[in-house]
């Protein structure tokens, strides 16, 4: 069983910045895909980023690619998500997932094949 934490959420002004963490219990998440999801209110949680299980390849939706870096580091079992340029669209509740896929070069973009969840961090972006 994995037990995911984030943190680093809050309040920030448009144009800010942020960087979420997330950290790992129970169990090593190194041969885990990591990924970060977000829900706003009254609309479906959607992908925002994910990692594979080497780090060497990453996944952008194309509203945050340019913007956010997602980042982990396995020695301390916590995954990060860089925020940058924020903007109003980007408030929601930002929520890390774990994968206990197979592929070390890969990670998924869909909720679905995300087995573990953290309880989520908000974040609000003021105008």
């Known amino acids: 069983q994995v037990q995911l934490v984030e943190s680093g959420g809050g309040l920030v002004q448009a144009g800010g910045s942020l960087r979420l963490s997330c950290t790992a219990s129970?169990?090593?998440?190194?041969?885990?895909?990591m990924g970060w999801f977000r829900q706003a209110p009254g609309k479906e949680r959607e992908f925002v980023s994910a990692?594979?299980?080497?780090?060497?390849?990453?996944y952008y939706a194309d509203s945050v690619k340019g913007r956010f870096t997602i980042s982990r580091d396995n020695a301390k079992n916590t995954v990060y998500l860089q925020m940058n340029s924020l903007e109003p669209e980007d408030t929601a509740v930002y929520y890390c997932?774990?994968?206990?896929?197979?592929?070390?070069?890969?990670?998924?973009?869909?909720?679905?094949?995300?087995?573990?969840w953290g309880q989520g961090t908000q974040v609000t972006v003021s105008s």
């Open positions: 129970g169990r090593t998440t190194g041969t885990y895909a």
């Open positions: 990692i594979s299980s080497s780090g060497t390849s990453t």
């Open positions: 997932a774990a994968d206990r896929g197979l592929l070390p070069n890969y990670a998924s973009t869909r909720l679905r094949n995300y087995d573990y």
